[in-house]
């Protein structure tokens, strides 16, 4: 034997390592007993609901559920919602009474949920009314580390028994609790219970979803909450549960006093370690007082709580809990029945005690520490293979997360123990609030600890000088940085996915534009079709007027600009209206339509009195152009005097089109009337009555003495 000092720079403390083989105070597997797994099935009976069919394992004629009281077993194994899926895990506890040679103690079941539809039973009872069976094959069993190996073989025997459409052939399952007892009695169930094998979703998934929150749960276990999760999918709630503890360096392999609060088994057993061999991982564990036992008197571990068991969730006796459900019903009762909620439907917490809140508070250093975690999963990430780095290497890998936690909970308690010294000596020490380092743990989570169960453990069962053995540190101790800076406000751009957004942005802008431009197209095409019907309409219903003027043969007129084409109208040419018949401030579109009617009034009278019709498609005298087209596209096109002045002998002309009709709409909306814009001039030839059917608002009179009329606003 040889014995090594070790001297810590802050106290001068002296701290005596005996480096010698030993037993661990604790054995490695303290709650492995010699039960043997039980397999049962669980069936959804369309008027009692869920029930126990059947055993396989028990003794003959005796049911385990009424043996062991578990009245509560048929709604663990069937969760909420397990019908929207077609495989479902259910993961929970059980506790097994005392009985002659063994204490009272946890068991742990694990079921996969199936269901097949009722008309492909090759034998169909009486008692199936449903349109589906609903099924779950059970697993009972001592611990939950070989789960993870039980899931993948549970998976298969559940699909091959449903395979076989007949439920009363229950061969397959006999054969499968056998094979698990013939492990059991060989010992193999037990070698892969001591191996650091873990179940649950992996950690570097853990991690990846929830980032520095991850921290947040951990902190929060160690404080003893109540703590709900809630999930709509029972695999995955529970899952994340058993990963979260696993965090905890040996808490999985000591879980015998998590299925009811009245156990307290391993406090009793437990004793401080005296000695400590450095090269043996599991006797510096036991040293350093670990697994801290979050689970002991006044606290349970349910990963799925169905809602018959809420009743032990409020009982007095109840101090902590961490419990999973599916049923939204715990949601609008959350502040009741937790001081914390994990959301992993939307991947939130809500955290319902204050004080909670401000002791879970991450300090710099936390931060620092978490994102670099993170930082290292997220570099090797692969969306195919998300339990395994990309880069296959040790960082990153679910290996490096557990030693990284490790690392950190063993500076924790190392920290927290010269902290308490000191306190202790804060008289003859000086500077203790600078040389404190649980200070970048976070003061206020320390005394929060300091109330809880696990720490009163903990502390009264390892030695004083802790700190000795293992530096009280911080694994990234240090306060705010501008590279902490900048590392935060990069990973929040990134959660941001702002270049994801902004190419949706160009996407959905670049549709709208597309989307704008065909409308508008649309629009202005139905405009011009209507506008040039209404053209149509207004030439016609002129031709009428004319005519009917020249059959009464009554007009007369006079050189002041006063007119009477059949004695019922007059007017005078200084553009007033009536103020009864006009509106007092036309709108452009108004002013528009008017100036378009008059206009074709005044283009019918034209080419009804000029001999436009006549000289159609031929060339006026003196005109050195060409000749009117003649094709049937082109007759179609008017003619629009450009000038704006019709007694300029020269008048230029163009064929009326799609963007002329725009230009045109567009120049009569700042103008007030025809005949008044820039080019000043009044018309040649006399109107005809505007048709009141197109007035929209404005008035017009004929005006014949001076050869032109004029639209009065």
């Given at each position: 034997?040889?014995?090594?000092r070790?001297?810590?720079p ?5 701290f ?5 083989p ?6 490695t597997?303290?709650f ?12 959804f009976?369309h ?8 055993w396989?394992?028990a ?9 062991y009281?578990w ?18 895990f259910?993961?929970?506890?059980l506790l097994?009474p ?7 103690t ?6 996969c ?5 009722s008309?492909?039973?090759i034998?169909r ?11 779950a094959v ?14 993948q073989?549970?998976?298969v025997?559940?699909q091959?028994?449903?395979a076989?459409r007949?439920f009363?052939?229950v061969e397959i ?6 094979s698990?007892?013939d492990e059991?009695?060989r010992?193999i169930?037990?070698?892969e219970?001591?191996?650091?094998q873990y179940?649950?979703m992996?950690?570097r ?5 929830f980032?520095?929150q ?12 109540k ?9 995955r709630?529970?899952m994340?549960q058993?990963s979260l503890i696993?965090?905890i360096?040996?808490l999985i ?16 057993k ?5 000695s ?6 599991n006797?510096l ?22 809602l018959q ?5 409020a ?17 609008q009762?959350?502040?009741r029945?937790?001081d914390i ?9 809500n955290?319902?005690s ?5 002791a879970?508070a ?6 620092r ?5 993170t930082?290292?999963?997220?570099d090797?990430w ?17 290996e490096y997360?557990?030693a990284?936690?490790?690392a950190?909970?063993i500076?924790?308690i190392?920290s ?5 010294y000191?306190t202790?000596?804060a008289a003859?020490?000086r500077?203790?609030a ?5 200070v970048d743990?976070g003061i206020?989570?320390?005394?929060a ?6 720490y ?5 069962h ?16 240090g ?5 902490d800076?900048?590392r ?6 990134k959660d941001?996915?702002l ?6 942005g160009?996407d959905i802008l ?10 508008a197209?649309?629009?202005?095409n139905?405009?011009?079709?209507d506008m ?5 309409a207004q030439?016609?219903r002129?031709?009428?007027?004319a005519k009917?003027?020249?059959?009464n043969?009554?007009?007369n ?7 009477n ?5 007059n007017?005078n ?8 018949r006009?509106?007092?401030t036309?709108t452009?579109s108004?002013?528009?339509?008017a ?6 009034s005044?283009a019918?009278?034209k ?5 436009w019709g006549?000289?159609w498609?031929?060339?006026?005298a ?5 000749s ?7 007759k179609d ?6 000038m704006?002045s019709?007694?300029?002998s020269?008048?230029?002309y ?9 230009e045109?709409?567009l120049?009569a ?5 025809p005949?008044?814009?820039s080019s ?5 030839a006399?109107?005809?009555q ?13 005006v ?7 639209l009065?606003?």
């Amino acid at each position: 034997m040889s014995t090594d000092r070790i001297k810590v720079p802050p106290n001068g403390v002296e701290f005596k390592t005996i480096l010698s083989p030993i037993t661990p105070t604790i054995p490695t597997t303290p709650f492995l007993t010699s039960f043997t797994p039980l397999v049962t099935v669980v069936g959804f009976h369309h008027a009692r609901g869920p029930e126990v069919e059947s055993w396989f394992g028990a003794e003959e004629g005796v049911d385990p559920a009424v043996k062991y009281g578990w009245t509560l077993l048929p709604f663990m194994a069937l969760s909420d919602g397990a019908h929207a899926s077609e495989e479902d895990f259910s993961y929970f506890t059980l506790l097994r009474p005392e009985t002659e040679h063994e204490p009272a103690t946890s068991l742990f079941g694990i079921s996969c949920t199936r269901q097949l539809d009722s008309s492909q039973l090759i034998n169909r009872p009486a008692d199936v009314t449903r349109s589906t069976v609903q099924k779950a094959v059970v697993v009972i069993a001592d611990s939950p580390q070989f789960f993870g190996m039980l899931r993948q073989r549970l998976s298969v025997v559940t699909q091959a028994w449903f395979a076989q459409r007949e439920f009363t052939d229950v061969e397959i399952l006999h054969r499968f609790q056998e094979s698990l007892a013939d492990e059991k009695s060989r010992g193999i169930l037990q070698e892969e219970a001591q191996r650091d094998q873990y179940l649950g979703m992996s950690l570097r998934e853990l991690i990846h979803e929830f980032k520095w929150q991850a921290l947040v749960l951990l902190k929060c276990c160690l404080l003893q909450p109540k703590m709900l999760f809630f999930g709509s999918r029972c695999d995955r709630l529970c899952m994340v549960q058993f990963s979260l503890i696993s965090l905890i360096p040996g808490l999985i392999r000591n879980l015998q006093d998590c299925a009811d609060p009245e156990l307290n088994n391993h406090e009793k057993k437990l004793a401080q370690a005296t000695s400590l061999q450095s090269s043996n991982r599991n006797s510096l564990l036991t040293f350093m007082g670990l697994p801290l036992q979050i689970f002991g008197k006044g606290s349970m571990f349910g990963p799925y709580t169905p809602l018959q068991q809420l009743d032990l969730l409020a009982d007095v006796g109840t101090k902590s809990y961490l419990v999973g459900s599916t049923n939204s019903l715990l949601l609008q009762q959350k502040d009741r029945y937790s001081d914390i909620i994990i959301n992993l439907d939307d991947n939130t917490i809500n955290i319902t005690s204050p004080s909670l809140k401000t002791a879970l508070a991450l300090t710099a250093a936390d931060r620092r520490w978490i994102d670099n975690l993170t930082h290292a999963v997220n570099d090797t990430w692969d969306e195919s293979n998300p339990s395994t780095p990309k880069t296959m290497q040790y960082a990153g890998s679910e290996e490096y997360i557990r030693a990284q936690f490790e690392a950190y909970i063993i500076g924790l308690i190392s920290s927290v123990k010269f902290h308490n010294y000191l306190t202790t000596n804060a008289a003859a020490l000086r500077n203790t609030a600078e040389s404190d380092p649980a200070v970048d743990f976070g003061i206020d989570w320390v005394d929060a600890w300091a109330r809880t169960e696990n720490y009163r453990m903990w502390d009264a069962h390892t030695d004083t000088n802790l700190f000795s053995v293992s530096e009280p540190r911080h694994p990234c101790a240090g306060g705010l940085t501008i590279e902490d800076v900048q590392r935060r406000i990069a990973e929040q751009v990134k959660d941001l996915h702002l270049d994801e957004r902004l190419a949706q942005g160009r996407d959905i802008l670049g549709r709208n534009f597309a989307a704008g431009r065909e409308k508008a197209s649309t629009m202005l095409n139905r405009l011009y079709n209507d506008m040039e019907q209404m053209r149509e309409a207004q030439r016609r219903r002129a031709e009428e007027a004319a005519k009917a003027n020249g059959a009464n043969g009554n007009g007369n007129s006079n050189g002041n600009g006063n007119s009477n084409g059949n004695g019922n109208g007059n007017g005078n040419g200084n553009g007033n209206v009536d103020a009864a018949r006009a509106p007092d401030t036309p709108t452009v579109s108004s002013r528009a339509s008017a100036y378009m009617a008059s206009w074709t009034s005044w283009a019918g009278e034209k080419r009804k009195n000029s001999g436009w019709g006549a000289s159609w498609g031929k060339k006026k005298a003196g005109d050195q152009t060409a000749s009117m087209p003649t094709s049937p596209i082109e007759k179609d096109y008017q003619f629009v005097n450009m000038m704006g002045s019709r007694g300029n002998s020269t008048e230029a002309y163009r064929p009326m089109t799609q963007g002329s009709f725009s230009e045109s709409i567009l120049s009569a909306a700042d103008s007030d009337r025809p005949g008044t814009g820039s080019s000043g001039a009044d018309a040649s030839a006399p109107l005809t009555q505007y048709p009141r059917e197109f007035d929209d608002g404005f008035h017009e009179e004929s005006v014949v003495g001076n050869g032109g009329a004029k639209l009065r606003d």
